[in-house]
């Protein structure tokens, strides 16, 4: 198993570019989810998917989409980049039963 | 709403002595509990959680946390630290059975001087 797999794993962005975050898991996990992190401040809940077709907004949704079209894919768009916006994305995937999340590597994003 | 402090943003230890990480958590449940770790430029990987099974839980690297609910505590120990556990650590909870809504704390760095 590949696990939680993202990419791309480092990007820059200009203000105004929109992209696409990519990631996938091959463990058949139902839940799916997007966190940024930033210095001092833990990770912060951007969306989040209980299953293929089913999205919801976190903690700090605004700026990004998300959509669930397989149970394996759960890619994050920014649609217009800014500033703010520059920080490390995790995404995780998750059983409702385990408790337990699995993290892919990251996706480093600077947006200038 | 549920919140997790930690209560270090850096904590520094010699090689083989203890190592202490405090977390102390507030919900309206009763929480399942983790800590994580991240090593630089890495992803975050599970240590241990608690499930309202045993109150003292062991993970990976000889790590093991006390949940004390009078304390409101969940804080990560090891005996004798090594440098390859110079890393960051989270404290994270997850309350009303939803587990794809976790409350992060902002994390502890932990430093491993020889």
């Known amino acids: 198993n590949a696990g939680v797999t993202q990419t791309p794993k480092f990007q820059v962005l200009k203000t105004g570019q929109s992209m696409t975050l990519q990631c996938a898991q091959d463990?058949?996990?139902?839940?799916m989810s997007w966190y940024r992190q930033d210095p001092g401040m833990g990770l912060r809940l951007i969306h989040y998917?209980?299953?293929?077709?089913?999205?919801d907004q976190g903690e700090v949704p605004n700026g990004y989409n998300v959509s669930r079209s397989t149970t394996e894919d759960f890619p994050l768009r920014l649609l217009s980049a800014a500033p703010s916006q520059t920080s490390v994305y995790f995404c995780?995937?998750?059983?409702?039963?385990?408790?337990?999340?699995?993290f892919g590597p990251g996706t480093r994003l600077l947006v200038l | 709403a549920q919140s997790v402090t930690q209560l270090d943003s850096h904590v520094s230890v010699s090689e083989g002595t203890p190592v202490l990480l405090r977390c102390n958590y507030s919900?309206?449940?009763?929480?399942?509990l983790f800590w994580y770790v991240q090593h630089p430029n890495k992803g975050l990987q599970l240590l241990l959680k608690?499930?309202?099974?045993?109150?003292l839980v062991k993970g990976i690297n000889g790590f093991e946390a006390e949940f004390k609910k009078s304390e409101t505590s969940f804080h990560l120990t090891k005996p004798s630290a090594h440098m390859s556990d110079a890393a960051e650590y989270f404290c994270?909870?997850?309350?009303?059975?939803?587990?794809?809504?976790?409350?992060f704390g902002k994390g502890t760095l932990l430093t491993v001087n020889p």
């Open positions: 995780a995937s998750s059983y409702m039963e385990a408790g337990t999340q699995y």
């Open positions: 608690y499930t309202s099974a045993a109150t």
């Open positions: 463990m058949n996990h139902e839940y």
């Open positions: 919900s309206s449940y009763s929480p399942s």
């Open positions: 998917s209980v299953g293929a077709g089913i999205t």
């Open positions: 994270v909870a997850n309350s009303g059975g939803s587990n794809y809504k976790l409350t």
